[in-house]
T-cell receptor, first 113, second 114 residues
């Protein structure tokens, strides 16, 4: 079975600063994908960034980047130049094999103006 | 491009009653998912369809939950009879092919069981 662990229930950051959200996972699959999804208070989830496990290069999308450490099974999300619109729940998710997509419990990100 | 549509947005029922949720995925998306999201937790996959066939329903409580995807497009999720612990947001998502593709989520249906 796949597991995803987000150890930070809540994080707070000042506007314009950088914050890192942690995620660790466990899977027996060799081919898998990792995702970060954002869920604003309106509850519609949107994809932030995706990483293929076979790629060594860390994915980057504008102000969002990941630190993928395959051996350590770690997949953290870095948000640079935090903006008020970044406030949301962030979910780390793992997809691979026959277990479908497994989500962590989420991290509530607060942006302080 | 229209997003994933779900209805109703909110539903309140009493325990032991039945309820049904409807989902219309993005046009052309072969894969459809139903998730249950209990307050304070991440979504949990209930069932995954590829076109109109079930790929994974290992976490679906089959004694009370059922789902179908007729003609490989719309889908309905039914709970009969509902229990208090079924109170949650039910999310529908769709993707082009598989779990490796980006999933697009609908707004969800918030179910309250009294």
């Amino acid at each position: 079975a796949q597991t995803v662990t987000q150890s930070q229930p809540e994080m707070s950051v000042q506007e314009a600063e950088t914050v890192t959200l942690s995620c660790t996972y466990d899977t027996s699959e060799s081919d898998y994908y990792l995702f970060w999804y954002k869920q604003p208070p309106s509850r519609q989830m949107i994809l932030v960034i995706r990483q293929e496990a076979y790629k060594q290069q860390n994915a980057t999308e504008n102000r969002f980047s990941v630190n993928f450490q395959k051996a350590a099974k770690s997949f953290s999300l870095k948000i640079s130049d935090s903006q008020l619109g970044d406030a949301a729940m962030y979910f780390c998710a793992l997809g691979g094999g026959a277990d479908g997509l497994t989500f962590g419990k989420g991290t509530h990100l607060i942006i302080q103006p | 491009e229209a997003g994933v549509a779900q209805s109703p947005r909110y539903k309140i029922i009493e325990k032991r009653q039945s309820v049904a949720f409807w989902c219309n995925p993005i046009s052309g998306h072969a894969t459809l998912y139903w998730y249950q999201q209990i307050l304070g937790q991440g979504p949990k996959l209930l069932i995954q369809f590829q076109n109109n066939g079930v790929v994974d329903d290992s976490q679906l409580p089959k004694d009370r939950f059922s789902a179908e995807r007729l003609k490989g497009v719309d889908s309905t999720l039914k709970i009969q009879p509902a229990k208090l612990e079924d109170s949650a947001v039910y999310l529908c998502a769709s993707s082009l092919e598989s779990i490796y593709n980006e999933q697009f989520f609908g707004p969800g249906t918030r179910l309250t069981v009294l």
